[in-house]
C-alpha cells in the first residue's frame, strides 16, 4: 500500500473505476424495482403485504447489517469482504431473477441486502485506503457520490427499456455481469487492508446491533406508512433498549464493534449529527414525486423528467465541491450550500400556490445543489478524520446513519404531512361519500384520486385533495428550512478549525509524518 502521504497513481484511479460500477448498480437496483412492482405482482400474485415486503426487506436488512459488515471488513480485510459480498450479490440477483414466488423473491431480496451491506462501507474504507492526499480523496468520493446519483438518473431509463422488451426479472441480471467483473480485476487493481491484530470478533455485539437496528428500521417503516397502532412504537422502544446495552458493552470491551472514542472527536461527531439531519430531509423527494403525478396530473415520465435538473445539479456539485474547498474552508461552504437549499425550500413554500410545478422544479433543484457539499465533504471529512484500521467501521456508522435519517424523515416529516392534509380535506369533502371512501380519500392523495375516479364528478374532491396535499407539502418544506438553517449552523461552530483541503496534511493542518491516530487526537 502506498505511503501515506503519497498521491494516487494510474492504478488507484483505474481501482476507483473498478469501484464505481458495484456503486452504479446498487442505485439501479433500488429504482428498478419500483418500475417493476406491477410486473412482479401480476405475475408472481403478490399480495399488497407481499408486495411492501418486497420493496422494504432489502432497505430493512441493509440497514441491520451495516455495522457489521463494515467491522468484518476490517477484521477479514476489506477487498476480501466486497469480493464475497460481490459474489453472493450475484448469486441473489440470479435467484431474485427467477424467482418462482412471492417468497422466494423477498427471500432473495433479503439477501441481495445483507450482499448490499458488504459492499458501501468496504468500497468507502477501500477509496480511504487508496487515496491519501486530501484532494485526490475528495474528488475520489466525488465520483463515488456521482455514481451513485448517476445510477438512480439511469435507472429508471435501463430499467424502462428492459421491463419493455424482457420479462420483470431481467432488470436484476444486471448485476451479474458488474459483479463478475468486480471479482475478475479486484485483486490486481485493489488493495488489501486489514487491522492487525484486530482481536476476536464479539458476537454479543453483533447480535444486540441487529437487536437493535432492525427493530427500529421496521418502526420507522410502519410509521411512515401511517400505521400509529402500538405494534411500531413497541419495536423502537424494544430497539432503543437494546441500543443501550450495545453502547454499555462497546465501553467494556478491548475490541468493540463500534468504537465509541471516535466521538470523541467534535468534528467527527457533527459530521456524523449534520449527515444523519441531511437525510431528514429527503422526505421532500418522495412528497414531490407525489406532487407531480397526483396534484399536477404529469405522468410517470414526465414526473422522472421534472426531477432531472435536481439530479444534474447534484452531481455538478459533487463534483465542484472538492475543488472549491481547495480555497474555501470546508465549514464556510457546506453552510453557504445549506443557504442555497434553504432558498430553494423558501421557492417551494412561497410559490408553489402560485406557479405550481415550475416553483417545485427550481426549489427542489436548488435544494439538491445547497445540500451536496455536506454530503461530498462531510464524508471526506469524517473519513479524513479515523485511522486506516477504523475505516471500515465509520464508514459503516455513516451509512447506517443515513438509512436512519432517511426513515425518520419519512416517518416523522411524512406522518407531519399526512396529519395536516387529512385535517385540512376533512372538512372541505364533498356530500354523499361513504364511510369507506371518507376513509381512503383522507388516508392518502393516492387513496383520493381513486375515489374522485368512482365519482359521477370527481373534479371538486381532487381540488380539494390537492389543495390540502399542496399546504401539507409547505409546511414540511418549512420544517426542512428550519432542519437546514441547523445543519448550517453546526457546520460553522463545529467545522471552524477544518481547514481548505490541503492547506496541511490533515483537515486540521497537522504534520505530514502524523499518522492517523496523531490527527484524530490533534483534532480533539
Known amino acids: 500500500m502506498s505511503a501515506p502521504n503519497s498521491r494516487a497513481t494510474a492504478r488507484e484511479w483505474t481501482g476507483l473505476a473498478v469501484l464505481a460500477l458495484p456503486t452504479l448498480l446498487i442505485s439501479i437496483d433500488v429504482s428498478v424495482i419500483l418500475l417493476a412492482l406491477p410486473r412482479i405482482s401480476e405475475t408472481l400474485g403478490a399480495d399488497s403485504a407481499q408486495q411492501l415486503w418486497i420493496m422494504d426487506i432489502y432497505g430493512f436488512l441493509l440497514a441491520g447489517f451495516l455495522i457489521t459488515m463494515g467491522t468484518i471488513g476490517d477484521r477479514i480485510g476489506r477487498r476480501k469482504l466486497l469480493m464475497i459480498g460481490g459474489a453472493a450479490f450475484a448469486a441473489a440477483s440470479v435467484l431474485a431473477a427467477f424467482s418462482s414466488s412471492a417468497p422466494m423473491l423477498i427471500a432473495a431480496r433479503g439477501l441481495l441486502g445483507i450482499a448490499g451491506a458488504t459492499l458501501s462501507p468496504s468500497i468507502l474504507a477501500l477509496i480511504t485506503n487508496m487515496f491519501h492526499d486530501e484532494r485526490q480523496r475528495g474528488f475520489a468520493i466525488s465520483i463515488w457520490l456521482t455514481c451513485f446519483m448517476g445510477g438512480m438518473l439511469l435507472g429508471p431509463l435501463v430499467g424502462g427499456v428492459m421491463l419493455e422488451h424482457f420479462w420483470w426479472g431481467a432488470p436484476f441480471l444486471l448485476g451479474v455481469p458488474v459483479m463478475l467483473l468486480l471479482l475478475v480485476t479486484a485483486p490486481a487493481l485493489l488493495p488489501e487492508y486489514k487491522v492487525p491484530q484486530a482481536g476476536r470478533l464479539d458476537l454479543v455485539s453483533?447480535?444486540?446491533?441487529?437487536?437493535a437496528i432492525l427493530p427500529m428500521v421496521y418502526g420507522l417503516k410502519e410509521l411512515a406508512k401511517g400505521d400509529v397502532s402500538l405494534t411500531p412504537f413497541g419495536a423502537i422502544g424494544f430497539g432503543l433498549l437494546l441500543a443501550v446495552l450495545f453502547i454499555r458493552r462497546q465501553v467494556t470491551l478491548a475490541h468493540p464493534l463500534v468504537d465509541l472514542k471516535l466521538f470523541r472527536n467534535?468534528?467527527?461527531?457533527?459530521?456524523?449529527?449534520?449527515?444523519?439531519?441531511?437525510?431528514?430531509?429527503?422526505?421532500?423527494?418522495?412528497?414531490?414525486?407525489?406532487?407531480f403525478q397526483l396534484v399536477a396530473g404529469l405522468s410517470p415520465l414526465w414526473a422522472g423528467l421534472c426531477g432531472l435538473p435536481a439530479i444534474l445539479l447534484m452531481i455538478v456539485a459533487f463534483m465542484l465541491a472538492p475543488k472549491l474547498a481547495q480555497t474555501i474552508r470546508p465549514g464556510l461552504l457546506i453552510a453557504s450550500g445549506m443557504g442555497v437549499a434553504i432558498v430553494g425550500l423558501l421557492i417551494v413554500l412561497l410559490f408553489i400556490q402560485s406557479f405550481g410545478v415550475p416553483a417545485v422544479i427550481v426549489g427542489f433543484a436548488l435544494f439538491n445543489l445547497g445540500c451536496a457539499p455536506m454530503v461530498t465533504l462531510g464524508t471526506g471529512i469524517m473519513m479524513g478524520f479515523v485511522a486506516p484500521e477504523r475505516a471500515g467501521a465509520a464508514a459503516a456508522l455513516q451509512e447506517t446513519s443515513s438509512e436512519f435519517g432517511f426513515s425518520l424523515g419519512i416517518a416523522a416529516l411524512g406522518s407531519l404531512g399526512t396529519l395536516v392534509y387529512r385535517g385540512l380535506l376533512t372538512g372541505h369533502l364533498p356530500a354523499g361519500l361513504t364511510e369507506a371512501q371518507t376513509h381512503a380519500a383522507t388516508e392518502t392523495l393516492a387513496g383520493a384520486t381513486t375515489v374522485a375516479a368512482s365519482l359521477a364528478d370527481g373534479a371538486p374532491l381532487l381540488a380539494a385533495a390537492g389543495a390540502a396535499f399542496t399546504s401539507a407539502l409547505q409546511l414540511v418544506v418549512a420544517v426542512e428550512a428550519g432542519v437546514l438553517l441547523l445543519v448550517a449552523i453546526v457546520a460553522l461552530t463545529a467545522l471552524r478549525g477544518v481547514k481548505p483541503l490541503g492547506a496541511g496534511a490533515g483537515a486540521h493542518g497537522t504534520p505530514p509524518e502524523a499518522d492517523s491516530k496523531d490527527r484524530l487526537a490533534a483534532a480533539q
Open 266 to 291: 467534535g468534528a467527527f461527531t457533527a459530521v456524523i449529527g449534520a449527515m444523519f439531519l441531511i437525510t431528514v430531509t429527503g422526505a421532500i423527494m418522495v412528497l414531490t414525486a407525489q406532487y
Open 206 to 211: 453483533v447480535v444486540l446491533s441487529l437487536g
